[in-house]
């Protein structure tokens, strides 16, 4: 159809029908427009992967961020250490679960991976974004958040540990039978200077039958033997 006839058939401009036809050759769709985008799981219905979800809401508390980007569309981004290329492979996998179809993107910064990716929705998947730094608000879970974490305690912690965790050895000199031995003490540690995300640990640990303890102000300790082989066996290594 020549481009008057659209142009008078739509009662738009013809340039505005020729912009639409560049926009669409080159993004695939006229730009402003997301219906291509993936229902919401909140506000329009759709299904949620609670497990999927669970994992990226602790990545989220540990190290990520949500930034306001174009036209409505929200920004999720993750920051995590270079140094861990299959969770940073991973957390692509993860967030293209959460919002089903979605390809994230990733960036290099000194030292650090950044998984960004964009959807209108991503403050009704974390009802916790706002202005300021996440220590220096409430970190409160709504109850649907509850009980995705109560369904994958693991999941959760799993996010948690890799993006703000450790896993550090200690060792001890011991006397055996007059005799000096070497011992190997490897325990998990969780870091964050938000008292009630620190507490939303403990509580997951507490969910999924993981002793832990405060060891100073703003850390979380698993470490006794048995609780560290039991979160090693939940959440897997960083890698
Ligand atoms: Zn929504």
């Not at 497990?51 to 930034?67: F, M, N, P, T, V």
């Not at 270079?82 to 969770?87: F, I, N």
């Given at each position: 159809m020549p481009d008057a006839e659209?142009?008078?058939?739509?009662?738009?401009?013809?340039?505005?029908?020729?912009?639409?036809?560049?926009e669409y050759q080159r993004h695939g769709r006229p730009r402003g427009q997301t219906h291509l985008a993936p229902p919401c799981p909140r506000c329009e219905g759709a299904a949620l992967d609670d497990?999927?979800?669970?994992?990226?809401?602790?990545?989220?508390?540990?190290?990520?961020?949500?930034?306001r980007g174009r036209r409505g569309v929200f920004n999720l981004h993750i920051f995590n250490d270079?140094?861990?290329?299959?969770?940073n492979a991973h957390l692509q996998v993860l967030m293209g679960t959460v919002k089903p179809g979605g390809r994230p993107h990733t960036r290099l910064s000194p030292g650090c991976?950044?998984?960004?990716i964009s959807w209108k929705h991503w403050p009704c998947l974390f009802p916790q974004h706002g202005p300021g730094r996440k220590h220096e608000r409430p970190m409160v879970l709504e109850p649907w958040q509850v009980r995705a974490v109560e369904a994958h305690p693991a999941a959760f912690l799993r996010g948690l540990f890799h993006s703000d965790g450790s896993r550090v050895r200690n060792w001890a000199r011991r006397e055996?039978?007059?005799?000096?031995?070497?011992?190997?003490?490897?325990?998990?540690?969780?870091k964050n200077v938000s008292a009630d995300i620190r507490e939303l640990c403990c509580w997951a640990l507490d969910l999924a039958e993981v002793p832990w303890r405060q060891s100073n102000q703003q850390t979380i300790s698993v470490s006794t033997r048995a609780a560290v082989a039991r979160l090693d066996t939940l959440i897997g290594l960083k890698c």
């Open positions: 659209n142009a008078a058939r739509h009662g738009v401009a013809i340039k505005t029908i020729r912009r639409w036809r560049r497990r999927a979800y669970a994992e990226l809401l602790g990545w989220y508390l540990g190290d990520g961020h949500i930034s270079v140094r861990y290329p299959a969770d991976v950044i998984t960004t055996v039978a007059g005799e000096l031995k070497r011992y190997d003490y490897p325990r998990w540690q969780f």
